[in-house]
């Protein structure tokens, strides 16, 4: 199969908070591997800008380090990494102050599409825009990219909003959800809306229940105190998962364009009922013999924050009414494994007796660490003795039947960034996307001030076991969490 890189305008991508963690470990290596693919055209050229003194040749080496450390394959392609290295520069830039704000207006190609990656804290979000526009640098080929978090609650997000609509269009807007990068994500739309077969099975008439797990091994590292103040629900619930289950039960959109999608996604999210209190299981990790607890590790021993979270979400329409989601993330658990799992009714009767046993449809979308889709599928036992069934996975994983050249996807990452730079949003959460998903996630989070604090569960186990109980009393059961 040839390769089916599609070149795009040459363009200026500014890291702002191009020193940074996020910059070093993914948007660098991703640009790199962009840059090799022969996707940044001539002309094309990355700036980083951070508080930090440095100057270009130091800021080079910077890059060529990160590449080394965080980067593919390609990182070993010198002659490429020279030229690549080429096109990049750096600012000393103060996103509060006017230091580096001429000096970046200058550097800019005023012709090029300008893409500034907002890589620092949304403390700075307002300041950043503001002096985007003060200095001449926000007109219509201008894009923002921010990162999540989009807020801490649906305040702070209509604020951020607020403050971005001052000097931008919702159209030079993209709010990133990694997740929605994933070749897996668009695949199971495809799958979704480019068969006759899934979309008419795609209900409450023949689907029984949804689990979406996106599960970590780690636990919060040095992130803790920044995680302390947020929890699973407000870092992972509120955009990652609540993303993915917009997108399984979205309504077909009428065109594959941004604010097609997007329509349908925040109609999902509108539709979703309150939780109620039994709905949802909150857990923290417990200590090790070699690893400390979620507590030790945040530096405060009285924390009710919660590392783990399990929840059972029903939609009010047409479709999803009787159909539940069961929707869990933590970290610290067995493995580090997300997929969704759209789990089919049994057949309404089993003509091969009793001792076929019991076989469901399982149509899985794996996200990570390997990303694909299986469709588990009853069949007969081939061979002799009688009418047994077994259940055989077709696998639609693309990277197989697509050929090895194609094994090499690009990361989410390598893909939204390019998509920034197209100016195509569909991939990206819109304003009033995050504020629907706070809307529904603030009252959840302000119960939890009234009930238990989260329940203890062990290092490598697969959360609290209430978190089991909240399904099994429906008489289901979670999938096992395994890469
Ligand atoms: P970081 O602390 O490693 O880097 C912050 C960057 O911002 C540095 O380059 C710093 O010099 C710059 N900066 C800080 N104050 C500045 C100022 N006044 N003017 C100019 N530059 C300034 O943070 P990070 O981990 O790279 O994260 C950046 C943003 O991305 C955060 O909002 C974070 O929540 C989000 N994010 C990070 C990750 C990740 O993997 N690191 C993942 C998702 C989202």
């Known amino acids: 199969m040839v390769s089916r890189t599609i070149p795009v305008d040459p363009f200026d991508l500014i890291i702002i908070g191009g020193t940074g963690d996020l910059a070093r470990r993914k948007i660098l290596p991703a640009l790199f591997r962009r840059f090799v693919a022969g996707q940044m055209g001539k002309g094309s050229q990355v700036i980083g800008a951070a508080r930090t003194e440095m100057d270009t040749p130091a800021y080079r080496q910077m890059v060529s380090d990160a590449i080394a450390e965080f980067g593919g394959p390609e990182k070993k392609d010198k002659a490429n990494l020279k030229k690549f290295l080429a096109t990049v520069c750096y600012i000393t830039l103060d996103a509060r102050g006017t230091a580096g704000w001429e000096e970046l207006g200058e550097t800019v190609h005023s012709e090029n599409i300008r893409a500034f990656y907002f890589s620092v804290g949304p403390g700075l979000f307002g300041d950043l825009a503001k002096r985007l526009h003060k ?116 309504e077909p959109p009428a065109k594959f364009d941004p604010d097609s999608v997007r329509d349908e996604k925040l109609k999902v999210i509108r539709a979703l009922d309150p939780l109620a209190p039994e709905n949802i299981v909150r857990g923290q990790y417990e200590a090790t013999e070699t690893k400390p607890s979620y507590r030790k590790q945040v530096g405060n021993r009285d924390s009710t924050t919660e590392s783990f979270v399990a929840l059972k979400a029903n939609i009010s329409n047409w479709r999803w009414a009787g159909t539940p989601f069961y929707l869990r993330t933590g970290k610290r658990l067995r493995e580090r494994a997300s997929e969704i799992a759209v789990v089919f009714k049994d057949a309404p009767h089993s003509i091969f007796g009793e001792d076929a046993g019991r076989h469901r449809n399982i149509l899985t979308i794996k996200l990570q660490p390997n990303e694909g889709i299986v469709l588990g599928v009853t069949i007969k036992e081939p061979g002799p003795g009688g009418m047994r069934l077994i259940d055989v996975p077709l696998d639609m994983t693309f990277a197989e039947a697509l050929g090895p050249e194609q094994a090499g996807f690009p990361d989410a990452y390598e893909r939204l960034i390019m998509d920034v730079i197209r100016g195509n949003q569909t991939l990206f959460m819109r304003g009033d996307e995050v504020e629907a998903a706070w809307a529904w996630t603030d009252p959840i989070i302000a119960a939890f001030g009234e009930q238990d604090p989260p329940l203890p569960y062990a290092t490598g186990s697969s959360g609290p076991d209430e978190a089991l109980a909240l399904i099994h009393r429906d008489g289901r059961a979670w999938r096992e969490i395994k890469a």
């Open 135 to 250: 200095y001449g640098m926000s007109d219509d080929r201008c894009r923002i990219v921010v990162e999540k978090p989009f807020g801490h609650d649906l305040a702070s997000a209509r604020e951020l909003n607020a403050v971005l609509a001052k000097h931008f269009d919702e159209s030079q807007i993209y709010r990133i959800d990694h997740y929605l990068g994933k070749e897996t994500v668009q695949n199971l739309m495809a799958v979704r809306f480019g068969n006759m077969l899934f979309e008419p099975l795609w209900n409450s008439q023949y689907v029984d229940h949804i689990q979406i797990t996106v599960s970590e091994s780690v636990g919060v590292g040095g992130r803790g105190g920044y995680y302390d103040k947020s929890g699973a629900m407000r870092d992972m619930m509120q955009n990652h998962l609540m993303q993915l289950f917009c997108l399984i039960a979205m």
